[in-house]
């Protein structure tokens, strides 16, 4: 039993299984065609609509359904992977996304013990993120190595990591709010702005100033005019149940709103920031709440509240009611997806009732609860 632990709780051994996932879940996506990553199409396809001077954000329904809503410079970050062909290229996106958690992981400022949990109990999660062939886990692991940059007092490279976060999805960049609480937050947030011009300038080589003026106009245009609505795995989709057709998709999201900025405002009165364990808490908070409160949540985004929840629980008291909730998101959060439970289970309980975003919601409310009531240590 011990050398079985010892086995698992080896950083290459838990590196190999991460890539093992990215390799497996390639052969899959190779054996049933491309209709079944049509968001790496999307992804790879930018780059090329880039230098033929056509319009990123416009419906290409011979290539892809749906748009690219991406920041412009995103094409040119995924250039390494829409340059080679198609399929090299989706393998070695996968095995990037694979690797990056888990190196974000390895980068904390935490005890290894913390790390390998979070490594196993995130790993199913990054596995339904693979199959969705999208950003989170990258977006995920960019939270991370900015804070993992705010502790080392590395205020530049914490800056290009939010930075990224917002030309990759721009909800990630609300863990920007961490700058508030460590020294040199001026200097932290005037690398940030300078950053993200650097980075807003990637395409303008590629397409000149005219048609580089033009790309951010049709963006924004794209971004004001896509009002999709979708209420599913959010605190919205789950008080629409409890409330069906009575649930305002704006006044629980200025609620949710109102309570960061008191949360935030809290930590800053109370100097709650001068603890380590309360500036994770902060982190955590940070990761599921841009989750539940986001309109646009799907089972693909939880690898950003689940890593939330790991690094909640690795920090937490363990007590009872703490056991009990990660049992609860683990078995019904990560494991909702999974053929683990009948078919019937998913289609008439799992996907209908949102259970998915259950115990995210009781997550942040624990969380909530203890950096309101949190005294100064």
């Not at 090329?48 to 011979?62: G, M, R």
């Not at 196993?120 to 693979?130: A, G, Q, R």
């Not at 007590?319 to 909702?336: K, M």
Request: hydrophobic content about 55%.
């Amino acid at each position: 039993m011990h050398r079985f632990h010892n086995f698992f709780s080896n950083q290459t051994t838990i590196l190999a299984c991460y890539l093992l996932l990215a390799v497996v879940t390639y052969l899959q996506f190779v054996s049933i065609g491309a209709s079944s990553y049509n968001s790496f199409i999307i992804f790879r396809e930018g780059f090329p609509h880039l230098i033929q001077h056509q319009n990123l954000h416009v419906e290409y329904p011979t290539l892809y359904y749906d748009l690219f809503l991406y920041h412009p410079a995103f094409t040119v970050f995924f250039l390494p992977f829409s340059y080679p062909p198609v399929e090299i290229g989706l393998g070695l996106w996968l095995v990037f996304s694979a690797w990056f958690i888990f190196w974000a992981i390895k980068k904390l400022p935490i005890t290894d013990e913390q790390k390998i949990f979070m490594w196993w109990f995130c790993f199913i999660e990054v596995n339904t993120s693979l199959h969705n062939v999208q950003t989170n886990t990258t977006v995920a692991g960019l939270c991370l190595l900015t804070f993992a940059c705010l502790e080392r007092r590395h205020w530049f490279w914490a800056a290009m990591c939010a930075a990224l976060l917002f030309c990759i999805k721009g909800y990630g960049v609300i863990v920007a709010a961490m700058f508030l609480f460590y020294p040199q937050k001026q200097k932290t947030i005037g690398y940030f702005i300078l950053c993200l011009a650097v980075l807003s300038l990637l395409p303008l080589p590629f397409v000149g100033l005219s048609r580089w003026l033009e790309i951010y106009q049709e963006w924004y245009v794209c971004l004001q005019t896509d009002r999709k609505i979708n209420i599913g795995l959010s605190l919205m989709g789950v008080l629409d149940l409890i409330f069906p057709n009575k649930v305002n998709i704006l006044s629980i999201q200025l609620f949710g709103i109102m309570a960061l900025g008191i949360t935030i405002l809290r930590f800053w009165l109370g100097e709650l920031y001068q603890n380590i364990k309360n500036r994770v808490y902060l982190l955590a908070y940070l990761l599921v709440w841009v989750i539940v409160f986001n309109h646009a949540a799907e089972s693909a985004s939880y690898i950003i509240a689940i890593v939330g929840v790991s690094l909640w629980y690795a920090f937490s008291e363990r007590t009872l009611a703490d056991r009990i909730l990660v049992v609860f998101v683990f078995f019904f959060s990560v494991l909702a997806p999974f053929d683990l439970y009948p078919s019937s289970w998913r289609a008439h309980f799992f996907v209908p009732f949102r259970i998915k975003a259950v115990g995210c919601i009781f997550v942040w409310l624990t969380l909530q609860f203890y950096l309101l009531k949190k005294q100064k240590i």
